[in-house]
């Protein structure tokens, strides 16, 4: 243990050493060479005095950029490039594999539940979200209430699967049941069930956790952004007559609608990526298996196949890409505005 913190405590001072003496040096070479002239000399001072500006904050961007490129450029481009080769990365076959994924029941199986879950989970996560930030702030204890569904947000999400396995625990017909679903379907008279095991409706059970895990943050947002209503026109739609539900939908969505599709995308990107809830709840079984799921199994499971899995992370890419591109734009059009 102390080993761990001393080592972490030299790293942190490494690192923060380094940096200072990256930009101290860097700035102090840029200097040395584009120094001041001499005197009398005001045209290539000016000139030098430019070139210096306009390259200092590349000496301060170029860590960046440089870790970017290599943590993130080029990993993309060799992720491309094992695309177009066998499971080894050695022998070139072309588009077979891009053919291979297309054709196979278990990636078209994982498209259909990656579809399923970019419909349900943002959909209810942004709808339960706007609801709880609306309700909250209508009641005193609205402040506990947030926190108390916010707090999912800050736990990962193996251990929210943990948590949700019991949950959903079954202990065999004729066991008592601890999980709580089973424990209220038998209160009822009904048949305790595998849940899990079931196919679709274990899915949207899976879901369920992500759904519980994200309405936080999407009330967060939106109670941010209920806000910025301008009191004066809830207040003239009072006097107006209009009931609580025609201001709800005629007044406050319409002047939130932009940052509740940034919210919805938001998830929508959290959720083509999801990965640790179906690992640790089923492990892909009982056909509830995910792109992700899927491209770990046949990078790390079976001997490994560089070309198809690789070929699963390009095609999860270039579903997550627009939806980024339309989030940034949107989120920017935002700014513009204010």
């Known amino acids: 243990m102390v080993q761990q913190f001393l080592g972490a405590l030299l790293a942190v001072v490494g690192g923060v050493a380094a940096c200072l003496a990256y930009f101290w040096g860097s700035n102090w070479i840029l200097d040395r060479s584009l120094g001041t002239s001499t005197a009398g000399d005001g045209v290539a001072s000016a000139t030098q005095d430019r070139r210096r500006t306009a390259i200092r904050p590349w000496l301060f961007l170029f860590p960046a950029l440089f870790f970017m490129g290599v943590y993130l450029l080029f990993p993309v481009v060799e992720t491309l490039r094992l695309t177009f080769f066998d499971r080894t990365g050695s022998n070139f076959v072309g588009l077979f594999n891009y053919v291979w994924a297309f054709n196979d029941s278990g990636f078209r199986q994982s498209v259909f539940n990656n579809l399923l879950w970019l419909i349900v989970v943002p959909t209810l996560s942004t709808a339960f979200g706007l609801i709880v930030a609306v309700l909250a702030d209508r009641i005193w204890w609205g402040n506990v209430a947030k926190s108390l569904i916010f707090m999912p947000m800050a736990i990962s999400f193996v251990g929210a699967s943990v948590i949700w396995k019991f949950v959903y625990d079954f202990r065999g017909p004729d066991a008592d049941q601890i999980g709580i679903l089973n424990a209220i379907v038998q209160m009822f008279g009904g048949t305790p069930q595998a849940w899990i095991t079931i196919p679709f409706w274990n899915s949207l059970l899976l879901m369920f956790i992500l759904v519980w895990i994200q309405t936080g943050f999407a009330m967060v947002i939106l109670s941010a952004a209920l806000r910025g209503i301008p009191e004066e026109t809830l207040e003239a739609a009072r006097i107006d007559g209009a009931s609580d539900v025609r201001i709800f939908f005629d007044i406050m969505i319409p002047q939130i609608f932009p940052t509740i599709l940034v919210v919805w995308t938001t998830i929508t990107i959290v959720v083509l990526k999801v990965f640790d809830i179906v690992l640790a709840m089923t492990n892909g079984q009982w ?20 070309g198809r899995a690789s070929t699963i992370a390009i095609c999860i890419m270039l579903a997550v890409i627009p939806i980024m591109i339309w989030n940034i734009r949107q989120a920017n059009r935002e700014e513009a505005t204010r």
């Open 287 to 306: 056909s509830t298996q995910v792109l992700a799921n899927l491209m770990f199994d046949w990078m790390f499971r079976g001997g490994g196949d560089s």
